[in-house]
């Protein structure tokens, strides 16, 4: 009876543990897949990543002895690659698009959109934004918020060491 029950027991915690095997494997394949991207976006640039961080549906990284910023995103079949030359880039902020909704509780902010947006020195050239978190793409923010202010103090203080 106690092998049965053993058996039992083994099978079951197989059962159990298969999906988050699955679902880890998975992860790990879709990070490969977002630092070889990224990667490539540098190679062209003829760059290394000194830093990076690679998050559910975005990767980024950078160059600090070169200055470039490279940014990779995939969401729904669209991917969108960038590269940045912080040479040419005055500052870099953190837009958060946000709304306020009314509870019986209170009030209660719902983030719609982070975005890191590069100011160029030049004006007639256009603000590059990179988008770190959409809320009609993505139901729920997993670290976007830490991700994007860390980056862009990360940006800032390598700016603030050109000058």
């Known amino acids: ?5 053993t058996i039992i027991g083994a099978i079951a915690i197989i059962i159990c543990a298969f999906p988050f095997i699955m679902m880890s494997r ?3 394949k879709r990070e490969k897949k977002f630092l070889q991207s990224l990667l490539k976006i540098t190679s062209q640039n003829d ?3 000194n830093r990076h961080e690679i998050s559910d549906n975005f990767a980024i990284g950078m160059d600090e002895p070169k ?3 490279f940014f990779y995103r995939q969401i729904k079949g669209q991917e969108v690659a960038h590269s940045i030359d912080l040479g040419e880039i005055q500052s870099c902020k953190v837009i958060n698009t ?5 509870r019986k509780e209170g009030d209660q902010k719902v983030i719609d959109r982070l975005e890191l947006c590069f100011i ?3 004006r007639d050239k256009p603000e590059v934004k990179l988008e770190f978190f959409n809320a009609e793409l993505s139901p729920q923010l997993f670290g ?3 991700s994007v202010e860390k980056w862009s103090k ?3 203080d390598q700016l603030k060491q050109m000058q």
């Open 67 to 69: 200055n470039f910023v």
């Open 154 to 156: 990360l940006i800032n």
């Open 26 to 28: 998975s992860r790990k």
């Open 120 to 122: 160029p020195k030049v």
């Open 47 to 49: 760059c290394q990543i």
């Open 98 to 102: 946000n709304r306020t909704i009314k």
């Open 1 to 5: 009876m106690d092998l049965g029950s």
């Open 144 to 146: 976007e918020l830490q």
